[in-house]
T-cell receptor, first 114, second 110 residues
Framework: GQSLEQPSEVTAVEGAIVQINCTYQ??????LSWYQQHDGGAPTFLSY????GLEETGRFSSFLSRSDSYGYLLLQELQMKDSASYFC???????????????FGRGTQLTVWP | NAGVTQTPKFRVLKTGQSMTLLCAQD?????MYWYRQDPGMGLRLIHY???????AKGEVPDGYNVSRLKKQNFLLGLESAAPSQTSVYFC?????????FGPGTRLTVL
């Protein structure tokens, strides 16, 4: 089966740095994705890591260690608008799809205080 | 370019009623998905499609049916709604690495 673990809540103040960890156990692995979801909104794509290492996109970075089945999302220079839920998702093989399919964690609620 | 759209945005059903949720995408994606999201849970895959005329079961398919008669549309049907199907339903289409989600349909079954 597939399982993903991430903290349920994280709080931080504006301007700070926060790291959201994700550990996973999956049968087969293509890559790790991160999605952001504001209250009442749709999930939106943030990043995808297929290889080990750090990927940086503006204030957000994502890291993957395949050998440790671990990844994290790093958010720098936090802003109030970053308050949202963040989901890690593993893309794993699926016999019905050459792209595989995504398995989502339960999400981490990030609250940024002024 | 509207991306992924869903209709309706909200719906209230009585137990046993049926309905169809419509998803449309204008990005020419082959792959489309239906998820449900419940409080404190991540997104769980109901059904998906890898192309026009194809469908496959996901993690929680019971009580739902789907059809993909046209590449741009993916329909999710509830034949006999149950209170356990109260949820927010998201449709998505994807490239290899990225899924693009619609705005969601909030469904309540009384």
């Amino acid at each position: 089966g597939q399982s993903l673990e991430q903290p349920s809540e994280v709080t931080a103040v504006e301007g700070a740095i926060v790291q959201i960890n994700c550990t996973y156990q999956t049968s087969g692995f293509y890559g790790l994705s991160w999605y952001q979801q504001h209250d009442g909104g749709a999930p939106t794509f943030l990043s995808y890591n297929a290889l080990d290492g750090l990927e940086e996109t503006g204030r957000f970075s994502s890291f993957l260690s395949r050998s440790d089945s671990y990844g994290y999302l790093l958010l720098q220079e936090l802003q109030m608008k970053d308050s949202a839920s963040y989901f890690c998702a593993v893309r794993s093989p699926d016999r019905g799809s050459t792209l595989g399919r995504l398995y989502f964690g339960r999400g981490t609620q990030l609250t940024v205080w002024p | 370019n509207a991306g992924v759209t869903q209709t309706p945005k909200f719906r209230v059903l009585k137990t046993g009623q049926s309905m169809t949720l419509l998803c449309a995408q204008d990005m020419n994606h082959e792959y489309m998905y239906w998820y449900r999201q419940d409080p404190g849970m991540g997104l769980r895959l109901i059904h998906y499609s890898v192309g026009e005329g194809t469908t496959a079961k996901g993690e929680v398919p019971d009580g739902y049916n789907v059809s993909r008669l046209k590449k741009q549309n993916f329909l999710l049907g509830l034949e006999s709604a149950a209170p356990s199907q109260t949820s927010v339903y998201f449709c998505a289409s994807s490239t290899a690495d990225t899924q693009y989600f619609g705005p969601g349909t909030r469904l309540t079954v009384l």
